[in-house]
């Protein structure tokens, strides 16, 4: 056993400690629930260093039977591709744990025992290398986050927990579909098999399996990412779900979809995936501007962040999609951003809620001179958000628009009227919460940010900070694993590229990319 | 002491002191706890800037106060003197550039190049020091340390002392940021850094709708620019394959121009002009500038006059190269700058709020700048920025002066006679105004006579730039005067309390002012124009000391074909014409001051759309905000709901209907076919159960009756 197998293990015995826990005693679980998401955080940090140094590999790797037959294998490792989102959902369930410390009032230790149950999923999802385990992890995910929304949420909660369950699941079924097709051509579930199989050439998919295995595959992240026009659940689930729970839903939840898109859809269906890549690229580009249009007018501020997501995250899939380094890269490096500065501006709003005890726009007004921390804070969240400079996500955007700029300019165009609008809508949203009279409510209700309230913020603007200024901690070992897959891409791949794309306007050629026979 | 070394701790400084604010400025300036009843007249102040300074409710300020006055200028200060430092150093360089390279920002894996060769793409944190960023850094420093200065008097009443400080400082390190990157990525890093600052500085009184509005406002049309930047460092990068000034213009070198049609260097060319006009207030993206004078009067005058407004004519200077290659893309910029020039000129003429009128004027020069740049000239671009950053600050930090004394008003209709009153801010307002009217002697008059004689002269230039220009030099002395004569001249028009009231300002903010007084003269004498071949060569040192910076085609072009007769005659013709818009001026309004009132109504529909600016602003509101944004969301907004969400509840509801459906199928058919002929047998079998009772007497007696019929049967026959 080695670090990552204690790092899945341990949420899961916290999980089951929680429980065990009398009911009388909610501290008890709050404590442990911390202590046990805080150790996972410091033993996964221990993750990063290996890691670092090379991207392109799987580390940590454990490769043990499970079930006989099926042969399905309990198969996990990290590489530079998931380390960060494992660090994304170690770091942020303690923030979680200390965000819920008292807005969560009833129900406290089935509560943390689904928080700890939810961790447990999300790291397996990103560390997974057996197609099954994989969807084993990808539906575990599921039911906490399904609890979390339909016990803890606000009045329309049953509604949103179980659209949101159903929707994901009516993607992931599809899934197991492709991953059973799979194993029936192949006999293994193991991801790395296949793939050297394909490399091999001893597993060639033709074009039409390709493109409906990928289409399987495609619908389930998709709905997931959430692209448009598969992205209603979003805005009902964030609205209804407790604070801690939208923070996991935004920040780790939606990368799911994406990581999946990167991991697996690209490299195993290559074909497919450039044939789709016009329309997905399309999709991706009307969820920016579409996502921020309606953002622009949501009166309720969850809704408002909601739809700001399906904007960004519509960069994500548009960096996948374009194939290259830059927007390959950029794509995983805004999956980070998003889950830092998407997940604070939750955990504001979650602030804010907890004091006005609501999430209208219109009862607020005036909050900076209120509580003058609380507006910073969310000052600094906003401007990550819509993409200043030296704060994270411009640098998830600009390596984005290279990418899609090297492809084609016109995407980067579109691309960029997003980030005019993102400006917009977050802007006017804080001019009306923040700024103006204060009326008497919110004079006498919101206070500034308290000690532990702090603790869960610092972490989050200090990434922002840190990703923003020096890239260099974060993107070598994810540029080392996109070569990797850049390269799958372009085996047992029948495509036609433009290549080079070409901005000086040389004659583009038509170039036949070898099959792997 | 090595200062070239040491450039990027010139932008350092200044940021040292806006994270020590941030951190804790609170401290050093606690607020005035906020009651209900207190908030009313802490706003009636925020509003009125400092209305009520003699009368003594102003809160008590903590005396660690005094230590931001201290620290926030002092780190300006000691830029500008690692600056001067700097660029004395550069000076004694051969190689009149000087590149600090810290580390590695943005970095990619190699990919491939539009040419098929590998490029990699790379984005220093490193700084550039040229005569070009040398000039920048300088006005920046110094004008900024001399604002901070003034800022100390001005602001000395206000709550949130520490917040504008610390973001004053955190503006100028960005602002020197911007102007000493070494490539476009950092370039934009200063961009949109100066263009936070500024959106914080207009709401900065975050009380008033109207200020956090201009905020927006501003920051939004500026993201409109900045969009477009970044597509052209996009473009920059395809074509070039690197973003550092000094590798790209290298690259470009080998490129021949675009003369013929508009390809790929104008469009690249274009989409950076675009952004020059979002943050430097041009057609069409002018319209933030004068609703941010929202800010406090010494933001306006660091930041929308003197520093900020003028990057993206920097930024165009700077890709003077690229331009060079694109003769299309600077007619562009050439023909929107003279345009810009004439139209904010002639909004000029109405405005009655005395800062408004100094921010359409700023947009005004900005676009003698730009038509300066357009024409190939950008020394002279460069120059009228320099001394355009001296008299314009001047004139803000003037009228910030005057509003001060006038407890707030800032409409000039109820101003006038000041001019005793208030004699230091009066005189050097007069130097300032004389400068931009452009009176020979006056730092102002150097450049805007370069700038004309270089429309008329420059193989890029055209007589109808000239004109356009020329005219717009009228209006300028025309309406910069009417603001003089209407502020100071006459008799004044402001109630009697505030008459009572009115008081130069204190030496911490008129010292500020003489300083700057003194630029807005001798600025100007290191360029005078060539034809004043009498005087030595050090007045013409600020061209020579450019010249390094410009690829060769640009610098041939600014010298266009010399006629000193030419010239002398154009430079009278200017002089003559800027005479004559201060006289007309005084006319107007000192002899004859119910005269403009009556031309007014005499004009037709022509004033009020003078004074409503053209209508620009509702216009813009109408289509874009209103009709774009918010009515695009809303239309958007109710389709996803309807449409999208519909369409998931929908299928929801068919699966509930379907399952309904077959829930009744399968009760009523399919278990009703059971049941059915459960029923069948069961009713067939019904007669049966008469005959099966289970009795056997019963059978005892049917056997017995059987057995009878059959022997009576047998009997009968």
């Known amino acids: ?517 | 002491m090595n200062f070239l070394d040491a450039i990027w701790l010139i932008p350092l400084f200044p940021l040292f002191g806006a994270v020590l604010m941030f951190l804790i400025g609170r401290r050093l300036d606690p607020q005035p706890e906020r009651s209900p009843e207190a908030l009313e007249p802490e706003l009636a102040e925020a509003m009125g800037e400092d209305a009520g300074q003699e009368h003594g409710h102003h809160p008590r300020f903590a005396p660690t106060r005094r230590l931001i006055s201290w620290i926030c200028p002092g780190t300006v200060l000691v830029s500008l003197l690692f600056s001067i430092g700097a660029v004395v150093q550069l000076a004694g360089l051969a190689e009149k550039a000087h590149q600090v390279i810290l580390y590695t920002w943005l970095a990619g894996l190699p990919f491939h190049m539009g040419d098929g060769a590998v490029g990699r793409f790379a984005a220093d944190l490193g700084f550039l020091l040229d005569p070009l960023s040398g000039v920048m850094i300088l006005v920046v420093t110094f004008v900024g340390f001399f604002i901070h200065v003034y800022s100390i008097g001005y602001m000395g009443h206000e709550t949130g002392y520490y917040r504008f400080f610390g973001y004053l400082n955190l503006f100028v390190f960005f602002m020197l940021t911007l102007v000493l990157a070494n490539n476009y990525a950092l370039l934009f890093v200063g961009w949109e850094g100066v263009g936070l600052c500024s959106y914080l500085l207009i709401g900065f009184y975050f009380h008033r709708k109207s200020a956090s509005d201009a905020g927006i406002k501003a920051f939004v049309v500026n993201r409109i620019g900045d969009a477009a930047f970044i597509l052209g460092i996009f473009m920059i990068f395809a074509l070039t394959g690197t973003v550092r000034f000094l590798d790209v213009n290298q690259a470009l070198h080998g490129l021949s121009a675009e003369t013929a049609g508009f390809g790929v260097l104008s469009l690249t060319a274009l989409l950076l002009f675009v952004g020059a006009t979002g943050k430097s207030a041009q057609i069409p993206l002018y319209v933030w500038l004068p609703d941010a004078m929202e800010g406090p009067t010494p933001v306006s005058a660091l930041i929308h006059a003197a520093t900020m407004v003028t990057a993206g004519v920097y930024m165009v200077a700077r890709s003077n190269a690229l331009y060079s290659l694109a003769p299309e893309t600077m007619a562009v910029v050439a023909t929107i700058g003279a345009l810009t020039a004439i139209f904010a000129a002639s909004i000029a003429f109405a405005q009655n709020d005395i800062k408004r009128v100094l921010a359409y004027s700023t947009v005004s020069q900005l676009g003698y700048m730009f038509l300066a740049a357009g024409v190939g000239a950008y020394w002279v671009a460069i120059f009228h920025l320099f001394t355009h950053a001296f008299f314009k600050a001047l004139l803000f930090l003037g009228s910030g002066s005057v509003i001060h004394a006038m407890g707030g008003e800032q409409d000039m209709r109820k101003m006038g006679g000041l001019k005793d009153k208030i004699p230091t801010t009066f005189w050097t307002m007069a130097v300032a105004s004389l400068a931009i009217a452009g009176i020979p002697g006056f730092a102002g008059f150097f450049s805007k006579d370069e700038i004309l004689w270089q429309a008329w002269s420059s193989p890029y230039g055209s007589k109808a730039l000239w004109a356009v220009g020329t005219v717009t030099a009228l209006m300028t002395a025309f309406y910069m005067w009417r603001l003089m004569y209407m502020t100071f001249w006459g008799e004044c028009r402001a109630d009697e309390h505030t008459k009572a009231h009115i008081h130069e300002s204190p030496p911490v903010m008129t010292v500020p002012l003489t300083v700057l007084a003194a630029g807005s003269v001798l600025a100007g004498w290191l360029g005078v124009p060539k034809a004043w071949a009498f005087l030595p060569g050090s007045f013409h040192a600020f061209e020579h000391w450019l010249e390094p910076v410009w690829v060769a085609a640009a610098h041939e072009a600014g010298q266009g074909a010399h006629e000193a007769a030419l010239e002398w005659a154009l430079m009278g013709l200017s002089v003559l014409l800027a005479v004559a818009g201060i006289l007309i001026a005084r006319y107007l309004y000192v002899q004859r001051p119910e005269l403009p009132d009556r031309i007014a109504e005499a004009s037709g529909p022509l004033y009020p759309a003078l004074l409503n600016k053209w209508y620009v602003d509702e216009i813009y509101n109408f289509l874009f905000v209103d009709g774009l944004a918010k009515g695009g969301g809303r239309v958007l907004g109710r389709f996803d709901q309807a449409i999208v969400d519909g369409g998931v509840n929908g299928a929801g509801w068919m699966t509930r209907f379907a399952s309904a459906v077959s829930g009744w199928w399968d009760t009523w058919i399919v278990d009703g076919t059971v049941r059915l002929i459960a029923f069948a047998v069961k009713m067939i079998s019904y007669p049966v159960r008469f005959l099966q009772t289970g009795f056997v007497q019963q059978y005892a007696a049917v056997i017995l009756a059987g057995m009878a019929v059959a022997l009576g049967y047998y009997l009968i026959k």
Not at chain 1, 17 to 22: E, G, K, N, Q
Not at chain 1, 238 to 258: Q, R, Y
Request: proline share 5%; net charge neutral.
């Open chain 1, 1 to 517: 056993m080695n670090l990552l197998d204690l790092i899945l293990l341990l949420p899961a015995a916290g999980f089951l400690a929680v429980l065990l826990l009398p009911r009388r005693n909610p501290g008890a679980a709050r404590g442990v629930a911390l202590a046990v998401s805080l150790a996972v955080f410091v033993l996964s940090l221990a993750l990063a260093a290996p890691v670092w140094k090379d991207g392109s590999t799987m580390q940590f790797v454990t490769d043990a039977d499970w079930i006989e037959s099926p042969a399905i294998r309990y198969h996990v490792g990290v590489d530079g591709l998931g380390i960060w989102l494992v660090l994304l959902a170690t770091l942020l369930t303690p923030v979680c744990v200390l965000v819920s410390w008292r807005h969560i009032d009833r129900r406290v230790k089935e509560f943390y025992a689904f928080l700890l149950l939810l961790e447990v999923g999300l790291i397996g999802v990103f560390v997974a290398l057996d197609l099954f385990l994989f969807y084993v992890f990808w539906e575990v995910s599921l039911v906490p986050m399904y609890f979390l929304i339909g016990i803890w949420g606000h009045e329309r909660r049953i509604y949103a927990a179980v659209k949101f369950f159903l929707y994901t699941m009516a993607g992931s079924v599809l899934m197991l579909a492709c991953i059973i097709y799979l194993y029936n051509r192949t006999g293994t579930f193991d991801y790395t098999s296949l793939l050297a199989m394909i490399n091999a050439g001893d597993l060639i998919l033709s074009r039409p399996e390709q493109l409906l295995l990928f289409l399987g595959f495609f619908i389930a992240f998709a709905i997931k990412v959430p692209l448009f026009p598969l992205h209603t659940w979003l805005p009902d689930a964030h609205v209804e779900a407790p604070t801690a729970g939208s923070i996991m839903l935004a920040s780790v939840m939606l990368k799911m979809g994406t990581y999946g898109l990167v991991r697996f859809a690209l490299p195993m269906f290559p074909t497919a995936a450039r044939e789709f890549a016009w329309w997905i690229v399309i999709l991706a580009i009307i969820g920016i501007i579409y996502g921020a249009l309606v953002a622009m007018v949501q009166p309720n501020m969850k809704k408002l962040v909601a739809y700001s997501s399906v904007s960004h995250l519509g960069f994500v899939v548009l960096g996948i999609f374009t194939f290259t380094q830059a927007g390959l890269d950029g794509a995983v490096y805004q999956m980070l951003n998003h889950g830092i500065s998407t997940g604070a501006l939750f955990l504001l709003v979650g602030y804010l809620y907890e004091r006005r005890h609501s999430l209208e726009i219109a009862d607020f007004g005036g909050v900076a001179t209120a509580a003058p921390n609380l507006s910073t804070v969310f000052m600094i969240t906003m401007l990550a958000s819509i993409g200043l400079p030296m704060l994270n996500n411009f640098v998830g955007e600009f390596l984005v628009l290279v990418g899609s700029a090297q492809v084609d300019f016109r995407w980067t165009v579109f691309a960029a009227i997003g980030v005019i609008l993102s400006a917009c809508y977050m802007l006017w949203l804080y001019q009306r919460v923040f700024f103006g009279e204060t009326p008497e409510k919110v004079r006498e209700k919101v206070y500034d940010l308290r000690p532990r309230e702090w603790a869960a913020a610092i972490p989050l603007v200090a990434l922002m900070v840190w990703m923003g200024t020096v890239t260099k901690t974060f993107l070598p070992p994810v540029s080392a694993r996109n070569a990797e897959i850049l390269r799958q891409t372009t085996v047992n791949a029948e495509f036609l590229v433009e290549a080079p794309p070409g901005a000086r306007g040389a004659a583009a050629e038509a170039v036949e990319v070898a099959d792997a026979r």
